[in-house]
């Protein structure tokens, strides 16, 4: 398997940052009575091309510019939003993964999503393409300057210890369910393996996949562990779940991006994500799973010569 060497830095924040990290706050809404007609200018003024409906504080649906055309061209200006509003809308929660809403973007084809507190269902901001473009890199622009300030001395935690062989092990929990701390675990990880000296593409390489797994045990299994064996010349991560199984591997295993839009391309992906995306950051994967029992990952990225990246 030749895997993905040059992991951008963009890219591994998609995994760090949440849909509420990244979305607008300030919201512009519209009630569900207003006429259609008074959302012309709502439009306008604020430059947006859609706005959710609320009624009494709670979402009640979503209403587009394309709506208005539809309503200019049926001559039906005087029609209340209720009328022409989209009822069944497709949403986003602010703990979400950032790399999930990049995901659902690209599957839906949809320019917005309003987000909602998973707890109480309050809307609490909205997620346009550009959004998670602009807070992806004013993230870059912050992160690049704590590192140039805080930059460790480069260094290697194997060659101060005299032994035949040397192993170190890592255990992490992951609780299923638990949506706000999912992807904890992989941040420790991602800080341990710079703190040992692993050279930063491989960091990323390493922390993209345990973002992965540890997102599939936390949305669709009740829990697993992420255990980390690191050697001189391996890192090899196992993780176990007691969760549904996978039907069919080689399905999984299928890209889910191979028609993926330029946007979501310029991010640095279109392999697909989930197991498509650890099978292509790592390079040996080997999966064991059978359906209602649970599944095993065992994932290996050799350590080797420093590749030189950009990004």
């Not at 960091?203 to 992965?212: D, F, G, L, T």
């Not at 001189?232 to 889910?256: F, H, N, T, W, Y």
């Not at 697909?272 to 290996?300: A, V, W």
Request: glycine letters at 10%.
């Amino acid at each position: 398997m030749e895997p993905l060497t040059k992991v951008t830095k963009l890219q591994e924040m998609v995994y760090e940052l949440t849909v509420g990290d990244v979305m607008t706050r300030e919201l512009i809404t519209i009630d569900s009575q207003a006429l259609v007609r008074d959302l012309r200018e709502l439009l306008r003024a604020n430059r947006i091309s859609g706005v959710p409906v609320v009624d009494n504080g709670e979402l009640a649906g979503i209403i587009s510019v394309e709506d208005f055309i539809k309503c200019l061209a049926d001559h039906q200006n005087g029609c209340r939003v209720e009328e022409k509003m989209t009822r069944q809308v497709e949403i986003l929660h602010a703990d979400e993964p950032l790399a999930s809403a990049i995901s659902k973007f690209e599957a839906s084809g949809l320019g917005r999503f309003p987000v909602i507190e998973r707890r109480g269902g309050k809307l609490v901001g909205i997620l346009t393409k550009g959004d998670v473009i602009e807070g992806l890199l004013k993230r870059l622009e912050t992160d690049y300057q704590t590192e140039e300030i805080h930059r460790p001395p480069e260094s290697d935690i194997f060659e101060d210890i005299e032994a035949d062989a040397t192993t170190l092990l890592f255990q992490y929990d992951v609780k299923g369910q638990d949506f706000k701390r999912a992807g904890e675990g992989s941040s420790r990880l991602k800080k341990t393996l710079k703190r040992l000296g692993v050279r930063p593409d491989l960091v990323r390489r390493v922390a993209i996949a345990s973002y992965e797994a540890e997102m599939n045990l936390a949305i669709f299994t009740q829990g697993g562990t992420i255990a980390v064996r690191i050697e001189p010349s391996v890192i090899a991560l196992e993780v176990r779940d007691s969760g549904p199984g996978i039907a069919d591997i080689e399905k999984a295993l299928q890209p889910g991006f191979s028609t993926a839009s330029d946007w979501v391309r310029e991010l640095g992906f279109g392999a697909g994500m989930g197991l498509p995306n650890i099978e292509n950051m790592s390079d040996e994967l080997h999966i064991e799973s059978q359906p209602g029992r649970g599944t095993t990952l065992k994932i290996r990225f050799s350590i080797g010569e420093v590749q030189h990246e950009s990004g």
